[in-house]
């Protein structure tokens, strides 16, 4: 044990509590495997998700996302590469991230799914790739209710910075709620050539 971890014992992102050398406590893990939403089939896409975005859930993805609270970052990876590996073992080559605008960037200080994807490879060893920009910075996705809304917020707003040609790509983001989002970037990753795009969020809402 560090000095830091006496000085500052590791909580489990959901509820608060000590836990030692573990990422999350017992009761969190045994509550989020019961109601895990495993993969779903969202506007012809295959996207997995480790957690729903509600309650105790939400609250600590709200304080990584907005509050840069990152100390649940490991954690977070550490579900999002079961995840993957439950659903989609031997299906992808590379990871990559949905990025956030230049001026997104600077005002939060820090892109949040990119994070996310580094800590789940770390988990592997590996490193995601930076594949995607977001060449215009949209108004955020939250503000906007219809589907068709959605889509048209960020229609051709994305661009492949990297050849993406034949790859079977794991396309890493925080929340996915219409899949608005995920479309648009699976959409040019497939026009560039990819093989395979499988999508990854932290959390999907109901
Ligand atoms: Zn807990």
Redesign the pocket.
Known sequence: MSILDLLFPRR??????P?GKKL??????E?LQRKEPGVITLQGMRCVSPLFYEG?ERRAILRYKFNRKMGALDCFGRLMAQSAAQEFSGEFDTVTWVPVSQKRLRERGYDQARLLAQSMCRNWQTEPESLLCKTVDTPAQSGLKRVEERRANVLGVYEVVQPVYGKRILLVDDIVTTGATLHECVRVLNEAGAAEVLCLTLARRR
């Not at 489990?12 to 509590?17: A, D, N, Q, V």
């Not at 999350?24 to 893990?29: M, N, Y």
């Open positions: 489990c992102p959901f509820c608060g509590k836990v999350l406590c017992d009761s969190c893990r509550m105790n």
